[in-house]
């Protein structure tokens, strides 16, 4: 079990690093299995990611596309980017519902064509 530990331990040290980096991920390979081109289940690719909070200004729907939430720093009310929204219909459902109730003007330099929200 030992070595299970110092290699999780090797991972998440080494996760970190190419985070702090800038890196999209690591990749790693079983350690026992010689390398051999082409897909394989041998090899993972671990994406770094970053958790913060955000506030939402408005939602881009089109049909068919997957909805991108429009998102500010907090307290700023200035554009940050966008996002990918991953929930399952009823909390898609539950969102679009009180976008549509909180809808506001466009924040400064922003158009109206989107659906955006009220700040708070």
């Given at each position: 079990?030992?070595?299970?530990?110092?290699?999780?331990?090797?991972?998440?040290?080494?996760?970190?690093v190419a985070?702090?980096?800038?890196?999209?991920?690591?990749?790693?390979?079983?350690?026992?299995?010689?390398?051999?081109?082409?897909?394989?289940?041998?090899?993972?690719?671990?994406?770094?990611?970053?958790?913060?909070?955000?506030?939402?200004?408005?939602?881009?729907?089109?049909?068919?596309?997957?909805?991108?939430?429009?998102?500010?720093?907090?307290?700023?009310?200035?554009?940050?980017?966008?996002?990918?929204?991953?929930?399952?219909q009823e909390?898609?459902?539950?969102?679009?519902?009180?976008?549509?109730?909180?809808?506001?003007?466009?924040?400064?330099?922003?158009?109206?064509?989107?659906?955006?929200?009220?700040?708070?």
């Amino acid at each position: 079990m030992r070595g299970v530990w110092i290699a999780s331990l090797f991972a998440l040290t080494a996760a970190y690093v190419a985070d702090q980096a800038g890196l999209e991920g690591i990749v790693s390979k079983r350690a026992d299995s010689p390398y051999r081109s082409g897909p394989t289940t041998n090899w993972l690719k671990t994406k770094s990611f970053t958790v913060q909070e955000y506030e939402l200004l408005g939602v881009e729907r089109e049909p068919g596309k997957a909805a991108f939430a429009l998102l500010a720093k907090p307290g700023t009310g200035k554009y940050a980017g966008s996002a990918f929204i991953t929930l399952n219909q009823e909390m898609r459902e539950r969102l679009w519902k009180r976008v549509q109730e909180h809808a506001g003007p466009p924040p400064k330099g922003k158009n109206g064509r989107r659906p955006w929200v009220r700040p708070g």
